[in-house]
Structure formats: structure tokens, C-alpha cells
């Protein structure tokens, strides 16, 4: 496995065809690193379309969106699926029909293995969620083994955190004070 990537590094170039929509004609666009630049963005990694703890995260993340949305941040779904499973896989779940956020399909792999986020032995990327700041600059960098489902409300306190631009003691949320050093 490639070395995953560092907090403070530039997120990698990519360009890949995503699914932004069910209407007919309208399901595909391609995202790349312009869509980044100027807002706060939350890029995550699930392994496989059609399996059993992505749905899970991938809806949570679309019912928090709103949340993210408030943050000025936007929200990014990537796994090396293409985009006309991840389409397929939209039609087919009632938790993924409505989704507000675009599905990336890096199906040559290459932004996964940019990021260093693919399993060793599997092939397929690890839950893995970067918070990417205006400027494009990775900001926050977390990874879980393929089988454990993340917390969304836990990227959302880190966001929040490092919004603030200030220290954030352990176990900090918004509204609570900073430290001053």
C-alpha cells in the first residue's frame, strides 16, 4: 500500500466522471479538483457499491448535509466503483435515491492510490475521510478497516474545530471555548 496522505499536503489532481443525479439525462458530471477550491470540502472513501456498512455512511452523510452545507463545506463520495454502478446501485436502494452530493467513480484507481487509501490486500479503499480546506490543502485525514462504519457527527466536530483557526481542547464542539495559549 502507497503511504497514506499527510496532513498540510496539496490534495492530488484527479479528474473522474461522478453520478449527480437519478434524472434521466442529467445522472453524470465530471468533478475534479476545481470543485475543490474555494469552500471547505469533505472527500470519503467507502470500499464497495452494493454491500452492507457503505449505505449506512453513505446516507448519514447526505441526512447531515444540510449540516455540512451550514459549515460553508461540501460534501464528496468517492469509491473505485464506476459511475454507472454507483448509478445503478442509487436506483436500487431506497437510502441512496435522494442523495445531494456527488457519487465519484475512481474506477482506474487513481486518486485512491494518490491519497494511499486502498486496502493492501483488497484493492478497494479504506474508509477513509479527508477535510480539505479552501485552498486545497489537506486539513484532516482519518481511516478505518473495512469493516467498521464511521462517525459523521465526529467530522462534523472536526470541521468545526478547525474552522476556528483557534486551539480546540480534547472533546471540544462548537460553542464551547478555545484555549489561549
Request: hydrophobic share 40%; aromatic share 10%; glycine share 4%.
Amino acid at each position: 500500500m502507497s503511504r497514506l496522505a499527510n496532513i498540510g499536503e496539496q490534495f492530488p489532481q484527479f479528474r473522474v466522471p461522478s453520478v449527480v443525479s437519478l434524472e434521466k439525462g442529467k445522472e453524470f458530471r465530471e468533478i475534479a479538483n476545481a470543485d475543490l477550491k474555494g469552500k471547505w470540502s469533505v472527500v470519503f472513501f467507502w470500499p464497495l457499491d452494493f454491500t452492507f456498512v457503505c449505505p449506512t455512511e453513505i446516507a448519514e452523510f447526505n441526512k447531515e448535509l444540510k449540516s455540512f452545507q451550514a459549515r460553508e463545506a461540501q460534501v464528496f463520495g468517492v469509491s473505485t466503483d464506476s459511475q454507472f454502478v454507483h448509478l445503478a446501485w442509487r436506483n436500487a436502494h431506497p437510502d441512496l435515491k435522494n442523495l445531494q452530493y456527488p457519487m465519484l467513480a475512481d474506477n482506474k484507481k487513481e486518486l485512491s492510490e494518490a491519497l494511499g487509501v486502498l486496502h493492501p490486500t483488497e484493492k478497494v479503499p479504506l474508509r477513509a475521510t479527508f477535510i480539505v480546506d479552501p485552498e486545497g490543502v489537506i486539513r484532516h485525514v482519518s481511516a478505518y478497516d473495512l469493516n467498521v462504519g464511521r462517525n459523521v457527527k465526529e467530522i462534523l466536530r472536526t470541521l468545526d474545530a478547525l474552522q476556528t483557526d483557534e486551539l480546540c481542547p480534547c472533546n471540544w464542539e462548537k460553542g464551547k471555548e478555545t484555549l489561549k495559549a
